[in-house]
Structures are given as structure tokens and as C-alpha cells.
């Protein structure tokens, strides 16, 4: 079974401060209109009006790439993680060589241009990544040591690590807390299958909610209730891509669990571009404020330009060839109820295109989405939140692509 991103989304005592910071103005931000989104290994803020671009240059030696993690509850403190040039490539495969990567956590303030590194004590391992924020003095890691992944609890400057999950038992990771900071959702892919879980932050009182075999159960997501947790489904056997799934709830006790489409429609493992710029990742699903799910569609017959290679082993975390003449058809935005499983029509682009990475901003009122046209790299969209009025934002740096939107906490 194919891995998806160890860093989703990603989907993060006394620390050293540290002497580089990014290029943004030192005032308080405004930030229910602001999203952040990842262009060319960096990460970037602009308005949802399309104004005030910034690219966030952080000024520290041998760091590669650069990706926002989990908000403090100040709503001006974010923590990041950035990552040393990778040590898998052409002729090291990805499962031996890339969690040798060094990896590093910090807390950027967007008020003060600050940049602390956090989790430097009593290191386990060099690669490190942020999955959840219990609170502002605790968090969960995801260690990997010799292809081991597990999740500890920890301070944030790395001390008191405490086992939340156990080593050997699978990968945890796609952590989300409950609306009530009680409860812990993640996927564990474990010699099972992926499964999806709940627990007390603590890791104690672990409740299976979906798992069974032939099923990919993936990127489990809180309504904002509380009350139910969104889900995707992959056939993966008969679907090693994981090009698409389905879209499932269930209580967070495991009861009531629903399959709310059917046909595999979803697309989940997103992948676009061309051979001399090309990207992929998860295509996680996400709730509105009016407790209906966000899904990406894929029209019948859809095919993307990238095959994946099932025979071939894994060098490079993409394995596909570039196949342009056998794309066809996209994918749209869609609202989907989880009461009686009605769908709304957010996009529809005529020619098709591929709209994906779809999330509502914090006042309900604009979803940004990612599209893309076969070949070409994604570009960042805002629309109403009940459809029409899209607008491009951008295209990224040097228009080589803007994926990963995310709102900024409002308020």
C-alpha cells in the first residue's frame, strides 16, 4: 500500500530565539480576509482581494522548504516546519531516505516578525513534524526513526516527550482536535489497512471508528459540532494511485458511520503540472460553518495526465509518467450535506478543469480552491461561499503554481 504526505496539510518552556525572520510589515494582522499558500518551496500571505502579496523569506542557513502548521489560540502566533535538502532522490527510495531528512520546528509571529525554533531538547530523531497543538504549551510530533513513525506529546521546547501512540503499531499522522480540545481524530496506516481513530489527547481511551480490509480510510476532519467526523474512502487494491474515494461520516464513537457518495468520486490524490514543473499531494476534504462537507467531484470518465506506475518502484514519492493524450474531463467544487447526502455545484468550468484543495474562510462568507488545466500548475481562486463570483488571485511565484490555501484565523 502507497504512503500518502507525511506532512499534510499538513494537515504542529524556554526556546532560542532565532536571528532571521520574514519580509512582512510589523502591525497587528487583520486576518479573517488573508490566506496563506505555498509557492516554489515558500510559503506566501495574500488578501482575498487579490492585494498584498508577500512571500516570507526566513533568513536561516541550509533550510530548503518552509510550511505553516497549527495556529496559537492568539490567532497571531504560527508554528512552521522547515526542512534541510531532502537525502532520498534518484537512487535512494523514498521509504529509506527521506525521513533522514533533518527537519526543524518554530513558532513565527506575524506581529512582531519573530521566528523562535522550538523542539530542540532531548531530540529522538532528526526528523520531526508537527501534527497537532493540544494547547499552547503542549504539542503532538510525529518521530521517525530507522522507517519507524511514531507520535509523541511534548512541551514545545521538546522536553517531557510522553508516548502517544505506540512504535511498530503503523503511521499515525492527519491528527485534528475536537472542537472541545477532548478529543484526538487520526488515520493510522497500520499492516491492517489505514484505519481511522479517536482518543483523549492524552492517547488513552482509543475508539476505532472505520477500518476494514480493501479500504483506504484517510484525513479524518471535525464537524464544527463536534458531532461527526468526515472521512475518505480509497478501493485502494483495485486503485494503487489512490486517485480517488469516497466521502464517509461517523459519529466519534464509531457508530452511524455513513458512505455518502458512491462510484469513487472524489479526487483525492491530486496531481498536475508537467514534467519540468509538476506537484501532487492529498485532496482532504473540509467542513463549512453550516455543517456541510467540501469535496472535489470528478466529472464521469475523468483521467488525469499523470499514470501512476504500479509495477515500478517508488524513487521519488510520484511514480507516474506524464501522459498528456489520456487526460480528459476534471473535477468541481461541490457542498455535500450529510443529512440526507444532497449535493450543491460550487464550479463549473467549461472547458473542464481541475478545481480541488477547496476550504471555507472563517466568516462563512469566501471558499479559496485551487485549479489547474492538464499541464498546467495550480493557481489560487477565491468564490462565494454558496458559489459564483470566482476570482483568480494568483498564480505564484514566477506563475509556477499556489497550492495549500489556508485561511487565516478571523479576528
Known sequence: MRRREFIAGIAIGSCAVASGCAHYPARAPSSSNRLFFTSRGKTCLIHSDGSGFRVLEFNQPDQVTWQPGPFFS????????????????????????????????????????????????????????????????????????????????????????????????????????????????????????????????DGANRTLVAGKPDHLYFGPCWSPTGEWLAFQDCHFKNDPGHESSDVCVARPDGSEMRVLTRGQVHWFAATYGNPSNRGSGSNMLSWSRNGSILFS???????????????????????????????????????????????????????????????????????????????????????????????????????????????????
Not at 320 to 331: Q, S
Not at 337 to 366: I, K, Y
Not at 395 to 411: F, I, N, S, T, V
Open 74 to 201: 492568539d490567532g497571531r502566533r504560527v508554528m512552521f516546519l522547515s526542512m534541510e535538502a531532502r537525502r532520498d532522490g534518484p537512487g535512494r527510495p523514498f521509504d529509506e531516505y527521506y525521513t533522514q531528512t533533518p527537519t526543524h520546528l518554530w513558532i513565527y509571529d506575524l506581529e512582531s516578525n519573530s521566528l523562535t525554533e522550538i523542539a530542540t531538547k532531548e531530540r529522538k530523531a532528526v526528523f520531526y513534524t508537527p501534527e497537532l497543538l493540544l494547547n499552547d504549551d503542549r504539542m503532538l510530533v510525529q518521530v521517525v526513526r530507522n522507517k519507524v513513525g511514531q507520535v509523541y506529546s511534548m512541551n514545545l521546547d521538546g522536553t517531557d516527550a510522553r508516548e502517544f501512540t505506540r512504535a511498530g503499531e503503523g503511521l499515525p499522522y492527519g491528527s485534528t482536535l475536537s472542537p472541545d480540545r477532548r478529543r484526538v481524530a487520526f488515520h493510522l496506516a497500520s499492516p491492517r489497512g489505514y484505519e481511522i481513530w479517536t482518543c483523549d489527547i
Open 297 to 411: 467531484r470528478k466529472l464521469p470518465g475523468s483521467k488525469v495526465a499523470w499514470e501512476f506506475q504500479a509495477g515500478r518502484p517508488d524513487t521519488d514519492h510520484f511514480n507516474r509518467d506524464w501522459k498528456p493524450e489520456l487526460a480528459r474531463g476534471g473535477a468541481e467544487i461541490f457542498l455535500l450535506h450529510p443529512g440526507d447526502g444532497s449535493q450543491v455545484r460550487l464550479t463549473n468550468q467549461m472547458p473542464p478543469v481541475w478545481d480541488f484543495r477547496s476550504c471555507e474562510s472563517a466568516d462563512g462568507r469566501q471558499v479559496a480552491f485551487c485549479r489547474c488545466a492538464v499541464g498546467d500548475p495550480p493557481a489560487l481562486w477565491v468564490m462565494r461561499a454558496n458559489g459564483g463570483g470566482e476570482r483568480l488571485l494568483t498564480k505564484g511565484l514566477e506563475d509556477r503554481g499556489a497550492d495549500h490555501p489556508r485561511w487565516l484565523p478571523g479576528g
